[in-house]
């Protein structure tokens, strides 16, 4: 485990905290009004290893070798030249820091760190971290990597758990949730969505499944799996017979054959490392997923009518209503499928570029 303390006096800025991988909704900004909630779990933190918020450049402004030796392989809008590695934390983890007023911003509902830091250590003064709350971002403190240094401490952190302990624990993530949204008449108003991770997590893995697609057709499992990427695979990729094919393999499932091309696979939580196998699919190009998305597809809770007790008689099925469902087809997020894609080394193919240039200003824009 570790604690943050500010590099200026010493003074703790944290308690213990036990670091897990990035969530792949961290950049996620969702929707218009949306209040989305803590990013983090309390104890924990993540390492972002791109920069967040200003300074900025074109994509003008920059030579194709800078952007390539920080991980950009395509045009993006603008490049941050803030410092890349903070560490994120849950806001309720800071201590001994104060908020600084003139660089709170011109966000819309809160704040959004992108004029920097605007929390400073309560002791002496140093810019430590940004707060960030601001409607539709994930809620959360960024910890700048030049004005904090990261203290191990004794004791027992969080265990390394297996992925059969990971499993066993089932902590999958339901694809449909209640979004709260500011500006109802009164007050705070909900409406019944996809899940904002779930989008999340299909814009980060469709990026993977086009660049393992190598342009050709892909087909995916049926059910849910297929609601979530076949209707953008189909309209991306070329048409015809499907020529690769992906499947979700993981710990508990069956071993994938040989003749699977794509594997889609749970991403350790603590780790950040997806799954892997040694069988005849070996070879087989890596989908990463979150483990909560990933639970919910191997193993989907289906609405099953259920034998009615008390009065009613044993054969008679009760008459509960159906589980509420979103009003439109899913979309993967878009901001989160761009953000992936420019730092895989492929999108410098043609294709890729191609398919990138439609998504952002094309065509397909409608997709997501």
Same mark, same amino acid.
């Given at each position: 485990?570790?604690?943050?303390?500010?590099?200026?006096?010493?003074?703790?800025?944290?308690?213990?905290?036990?670091?897990?991988?990035?969530?792949?909704?961290?950049?996620?900004?969702?929707? %218009?009004? =949306?209040?989305?909630? =803590? !990013?983090?779990?309390?104890?924990?933190?993540?390492?972002?290893?791109?920069?967040?918020?200003?300074?900025?450049?074109?994509?003008?402004?920059?030579?194709?070798?800078?952007?390539?030796?920080?991980?950009?392989?395509?045009?993006?809008?603008?490049?941050?030249?803030?410092?890349?590695?903070?560490?994120?934390?849950?806001?309720?983890?800071?201590?001994?820091?104060? !908020?600084?007023?003139?660089?709170?911003?011109?966000?819309?509902?809160?704040?959004?760190?992108?004029?920097?830091? %605007?929390?400073?250590?309560?002791?002496?003064?140093?810019?430590?971290?940004?707060?960030?709350?601001?409607?539709?971002?994930?809620?959360?403190?960024? !910890?700048?990597?030049?004005?904090?240094?990261?203290?191990?401490?004794?004791?027992?952190?969080?265990?390394?758990?297996?992925?059969?302990?990971?499993?066993?624990?089932?902590?999958?993530?339901?694809?449909?949730?209640?979004?709260?949204?500011?500006?109802?008449?009164?007050?705070?108003?909900?409406?019944?969505?996809?899940?904002?991770?779930?989008?999340?997590?299909?814009?980060?893995?469709?990026?993977?499944?086009?660049?393992?697609?190598?342009?050709?057709?892909?087909?995916?499992?049926?059910?849910?799996?297929?609601?979530?990427?076949?209707?953008?695979?189909?309209?991306?990729?070329?048409?015809?017979?499907?020529?690769?094919?992906?499947?979700?393999?993981?710990?508990?499932?069956?071993?994938?054959?040989?003749?699977?091309?794509?594997?889609?696979?749970?991403?350790?939580?603590?780790?950040?490392?997806?799954?892997?196998?040694?069988?005849?699919?070996?070879?087989?190009?890596?989908?990463?997923?979150?483990?909560?998305?990933?639970?919910?597809?191997?193993?989907?809770?289906?609405?099953?009518?259920?034998?009615?007790?008390?009065?009613?008689?044993?054969? =008679?099925?009760?008459?509960?209503?159906?589980?509420? !469902?979103?009003?439109?087809?899913?979309?993967?997020?878009?901001?989160?499928?761009?953000?992936?894609?420019?730092?895989?080394?492929? =999108?410098?193919?043609?294709?890729?570029?191609?398919?990138?240039? %439609?998504?952002?200003?094309?065509?397909?824009?409608?997709?997501?």
């Amino acid at each position: 485990m570790f604690l943050f303390v500010c590099a200026g006096c010493g003074a703790e800025l944290t308690g213990p905290l036990s670091q897990v991988a990035l969530p792949a909704h961290a950049r996620q900004r969702y929707g %218009n009004g =949306v209040q989305l909630p =803590v !990013l983090m779990e309390s104890g924990t933190f993540a390492v972002d290893p791109d920069p967040w918020g200003g300074p900025w450049r074109l994509w003008e402004e920059v030579d194709p070798d800078e952007a390539e030796a920080r991980g950009i392989y395509a045009p993006v809008h603008a490049l941050s030249d803030g410092m890349p590695g903070a560490s994120v934390i849950a806001p309720g983890d800071i201590r001994g820091t104060r !908020l600084v007023p003139e660089k709170l911003g011109g966000s819309c509902c809160g704040l959004d760190g992108a004029d920097g830091p %605007n929390m400073a250590c309560e002791a002496c003064g140093l810019p430590v971290a940004a707060r960030i709350d601001d409607c539709s971002l994930w809620q959360a403190v960024r !910890l700048s990597p030049e004005a904090v240094h990261r203290v191990p401490v004794d004791g027992a952190g969080a265990a390394l758990l297996s992925w059969a302990e990971l499993v066993a624990k089932g902590e999958d993530t339901p694809p449909f949730e209640p979004i709260a949204t500011w500006g109802g008449r009164s007050g705070t108003d909900h409406y019944w969505s996809w899940s904002p991770r779930w989008e999340a997590a299909a814009g980060q893995a469709l990026a993977h499944l086009l660049v393992a697609s190598q342009g050709q057709p892909v087909r995916v499992p049926d059910g849910l799996t297929a609601d979530v990427f076949q209707r953008a695979l189909d309209a991306l990729l070329p048409t015809g017979p499907p020529r690769r094919r992906a499947v979700l393999a993981g710990p508990g499932q069956p071993s994938p054959d040989a003749g699977t091309d794509i594997l889609l696979v749970p991403v350790h939580p603590q780790t950040g490392q997806p799954w892997t196998t040694a069988g005849p699919a070996a070879s087989a190009y890596l989908v990463p997923l979150p483990l909560g998305v990933w639970l919910w597809l191997v193993s989907p809770e289906p609405y099953v009518p259920l034998p009615a007790s008390g009065r009613l008689p044993q054969d =008679v099925l009760r008459d509960d209503p159906l589980p509420l !469902l979103p009003h439109s087809l899913f979309r993967p997020d878009r901001g989160t499928f761009r953000h992936t894609l420019v730092r895989l080394p492929a =999108v410098r193919g043609p294709w890729l570029r191609t398919i990138l240039e %439609n998504v952002m200003r094309g065509p397909l824009a409608g997709l997501f």
